[in-house]
């Protein structure tokens, strides 16, 4: 096992009055810390979905960890190719490989915590997921930045079979 030492001074504190917001309902996404700020250690976000929006089609991270805790709502969460409901208080962390996929439950609202560790650079992949929802930018142009935000899509038959 390796060990990853995060190198960085100072304490991150993150006021919520402070941190962007990107998207708005029915899928808000509030970019708390990004890895440039913890070291590496980790980046997060605060994702909030209205009722059964998807958050996250399937996907994989190749070198992180990424951990969902529910903060209220109900939410369904691919983990490989098992779908699992998760309710407040809950927590799943999908190891790095492994397809994973979030949305809020059905006639559920859902706020998550989301952590990837170590981190990746994300904030501008979510900016850059607000620019194709505006048109800016074709959401073709995500399969060109698969490997610098280490987000490879997949399909998921369990995840298209699930409602």
């Known amino acids: 096992m390796s060990l990853f ?9 993150v006021r919520d009055a402070d941190a962007e917001v990107v998207g708005a309902d029915p899928v808000a996404v509030k970019l708390l810390a ?4 913890s070291g590496g250690a980790l980046s997060t976000v605060r994702v909030t979905l209205g009722e059964g929006a998807d ?9 992180s960890a990424e ?12 983990c490989g190719d098992d779908v699992v409901t998760a309710e ?9 490989g492994r397809p994973h996929a979030f949305a809020a439950a059905p006639g559920s609202t859902a ?5 990837i560790t170590p981190g990746v650079e994300r904030f501008e ?6 620019r194709i929802r505006l048109g800016e ?15 490879h899509f997949l399909r998921s038959s369990a995840w298209d079979d699930r409602r």
């Open 111 to 115: 706020d998550l915590l989301v952590v």
């Open 88 to 96: 407040r208080g809950d927590l799943i962390v999908v190891p790095p």
């Open 34 to 37: 990004d890895s440039n700020a």
């Open 137 to 151: 930018v074709g959401p073709e142009s995500l399969l060109e930045v698969q490997d610098l935000y280490d987000n």
């Open 67 to 78: 951990m969902f805790f529910l903060l209220d709502g109900a939410a369904e969460v691919l």
């Open 125 to 130: 992949y979510f900016r850059h997921l607000k």
């Open 55 to 63: 958050g996250a089609k399937p996907h994989l991270h190749r070198n």
């Open 5 to 13: 030492v995060p190198k960085f001074d100072e304490t991150v504190i």
